[in-house]
């Protein structure tokens, strides 16, 4: 059964002080690692899909990494504006396309 | 549309009542799938069409739990005798096609059992 475990579950930062945050996976094997953004009353915003270790992708104040194991997402100088609960998911490969998700980490920009 | 639509945004429902919840896809989306998201958990999912076809229920809790997408455009997730327990928000996404594609999901539909 595929298992996403996300860390910390929720993260205070002041703004301008840089951070990542943590998703470990197990998966029979993975079809992509993605991450998505949810504000309060919203459902999930997608960001980035990542397929193999190694892989990077930027957007804007993010940076999204995998290895084998795990993905983390790079938080460089955070904004107010960056406080949202952000999930991690994987795909299983094969014609069934369901993500598993973590229970996400909330974070909290002051300014 | 330009996004997925989910509608009611708000359902409040009595113990033992039927809901229907309903999804629009965005144009062209041949994937859709329902989440289930209680609250401080990330989604579950529930089941996956490809088209009209239901290509993976595997995740509807039981047997009152229904979805259809009849001309493989809208959805509707039916809940029938709602139990207290079935209070959640679900969430509907859409992708162009299944495989590796992200999907796009809805604001969702937060369900009230009382």
């Known amino acids: 059964e595929d298992q996403v475990t996300q860390s910390p579950e929720a993260l205070r930062l002041q703004e301008g002080e840089s951070s990542s945050l943590n998703c470990s996976y197990t998966v029979s094997g993975l079809r992509g690692l993605f991450w998505y953004r949810q504000d309060p009353g919203k459902g999930p915003e997608f960001l980035f899909t990542?397929?193999?270790a190694g892989e990077e992708k930027e957007k804007e104040r993010l940076k999204a990494t995998l290895t084998k194991k795990e993905s983390f997402l790079h938080i460089t100088a955070p904004k107010p504006e960056d406080s949202a609960t952000y999930l991690c998911?994987?795909?299983?490969?094969?014609?069934?396309?369901?993500?598993?998700f973590g229970k996400g980490i909330t974070l909290s920009v002051r300014p | 549309g330009a996004g997925v639509s989910q509608t009611p945004s708000n359902k409040v429902t009595e113990k033992g009542k039927y809901v229907e919840l309903r999804c629009d896809p965005i144009?062209?989306?041949?994937?859709l799938y329902w989440y289930r998201q209680s609250l401080g958990q990330g989604p579950e999912f529930l089941i996956y069409f490809q088209g009209t076809g239901a290509a993976d229920d595997s995740g509807l809790p039981n047997d009152r739990f229904f979805a259809v997408r009849p001309e493989g455009s809208v959805s509707t997730l039916k809940i029938q005798r709602t139990e207290r327990g079935d209070s959640a928000v679900y969430l509907c996404?859409?992708?162009?096609?299944?495989?590796?594609?992200?999907?796009?999901f809805g604001q969702g539909t937060r369900l009230t059992v009382v």
């Open positions: 996404a859409s992708s162009l096609t299944a495989g590796n594609t992200e999907a796009f």
């Open positions: 990542l397929y193999s």
């Open positions: 998911a994987v795909g299983a490969p094969g014609a069934n396309s369901k993500l598993t």
């Open positions: 144009s062209g989306h041949t994937a």
